[in-house]
C-alpha cells in the first residue's frame, strides 16, 4: 500500500494535456490543462537531495492550470501534500474571476477536481486512513502504447475529429501492444475516522514491476458497496537518463469511469517533461506554493 503511495517520481514533471469530459448522451466538453508536479521530499532523482530546501513539510505539489476553454482559463489549483501521511492534503485555487486565490476546506477532497470525473484524493488518499487486505496476485492483460502514437487523440477511441460510438479513450487497434502483467491486489477499506468519505472501500491493482497503481484500474465503489468509479492510466515506455523505462506520469492516455452516471474524463497527454526539460518558469519552486498561485496571470 506505501509504495503505490510513494512510487518513484522525479524532482519536477511536466505535461499538457487535453481533456474530453463525456457525459451518457455522447456530448462532449473539451478542456486543456498544463500540469507540473514537484517532489520536495523523499526525493531519489540523482542531483537532488532527499529533502529540498523548500518542502516546508510537504513532499508533493500539483499544479493544474486550465488553459482553455476561454472562460475557464487561468482557474489554477494547487495540491499540496504534507510527509506526514496522517495529516490531510491542503487545496487552493486561483480564481481569475476574484483575481486571488482561496484555500479550500480539507473535506473538498471529495470534490470534482476542475470539473472533471477526478477528485482531489484520488491523486493525494492518506494510508493511515484505510485498513488493507492483500487479495493475492493477479495476471491482468495491460496496454503499453506505442511511443510513435501514444500522444496522437486519433490513437483513441473520440480523439478524432468525428465522435465515437466506442468506449471513449479506448486505444485504437495498431497503437499499441498488450502485456499480461502481474499486479498485486489490494481493498482499501475506508475506516470511520474518515466519516462520510468518498467511498466506501478502494481496490487497487498494484503493477508488481513498476509498482504504479492505476495502469491497470483502480476501483472506487460508493457508500452502499456498489461499483461507482474506475481510474485507468495507459502508460508509455520513455528515456529517462538512458533507459527506457515509464513512471506514473510517462502516460498517453488516463481516465476516470464513472459507471453510475454514464460518465466518463478521458485525456490524452503530451510526452512528459522531467527536471531540466521543465521549462525555468514552470519549474521554478514558487510554483509549488500558494504564494505561486498570485503569478498566475502574469
Known amino acids: 500500500m506505501y509504495n503505490a503511495w510513494l512510487p518513484f517520481r522525479p524532482f519536477a514533471s ?24 514537484f517532489e520536495m521530499a523523499y526525493l531519489s532523482d540523482e542531483g537532488y537531495p532527499n529533502t529540498t530546501l523548500y518542502s516546508n ?6 499544479h493544474y492550470f486550465i488553459a482553455a476553454p476561454e472562460q475557464s482559463r487561468y482557474t489554477t489549483e494547487l495540491q499540496l501534500q504534507p510527509t506526514d501521511p496522517t495529516k490531510l492534503q491542503e487545496l487552493y485555487i486561483f480564481l481569475p474571476s476574484l483575481r486571488r486565490s482561496l484555500r479550500l ?8 477536481l476542475l470539473g472533471t470525473d477526478y477528485i482531489a484524493d484520488d491523486g493525494s488518499w492518506l494510508p493511515p486512513n484505510f485498513a488493507p487486505t492483500f487479495l493475492g496476485e493477479k495476471k ?8 510513435r ?14 465522435p465515437s ?14 502485456e499480461l502483467r502481474v499486479y498485486y491486489v489490494v481493498d482499501l477499506l475506508a475506516l470511520p475516522i474518515l466519516g462520510n468519505y468518498c467511498y466506501s472501500h478502494r481496490i487497487f491493482y498494484v503493477d508488481k514491476q513498476t509498482w ?16 461507482y468509479k474506475m481510474l485507468w492510466n495507459v502508460q508509455v515506455p520513455i528515456n529517462y537518463r538512458g533507459e527506457i523505462t515509464t513512471y506514473v506520469y510517462a502516460t498517453g492516455m488516463s481516465m476516470a469511469m464513472d459507471f453510475q452516471n454514464q ?30 498561485l498570485a503569478r498566475v496571470m502574469k
Not at 105 to 112: D, E, I, L, N, V
Not at 167 to 176: E, I, M, R, S
Request: aromatic content about 12%; glycine content about 10%; charged content about 20%.
Open 57 to 62: 513539510g510537504y513532499f508533493q505539489a500539483g
Open 212 to 227: 504504479l497503481a492505476a495502469e491497470a484500474g483502480m476501483e472506487n465503489y460508493d457508500r452502499t458497496g456498489k461499483l
Open 140 to 147: 491482468i492483460l495491460s496496454p503499453v502504447m506505442d511511443p
Open 105 to 112: 476546506s480539507s473535506a473538498a477532497r471529495c470534490t470534482p
Open 165 to 178: 460510438d466506442s468506449f471513449p479513450g479506448w486505444p485504437v487497434a495498431g497503437t499499441n501492444h498488450w
Open 14 to 37: 511536466r505535461y499538457y494535456s487535453w481533456d474530453r469530459i463525456v457525459d451518457k448522451y455522447g456530448n462532449v466538453s473539451n478542456q486543456d490543462t498544463d500540469n507540473t508536479f
Open 149 to 162: 502514437f501514444a500522444y496522437d487523440a486519433k490513437s483513441y477511441a473520440g480523439g478524432g475529429s468525428v
Open 263 to 292: 460518465h466518463v474524463t478521458w485525456n490524452n497527454d503530451s510526452p512528459v517533461q522531467i527536471d531540466n526539460q521543465v521549462p525555468a518558469e514552470h519549474r521554478d519552486p514558487i510554483n509549488a506554493t500558494p504564494a505561486g
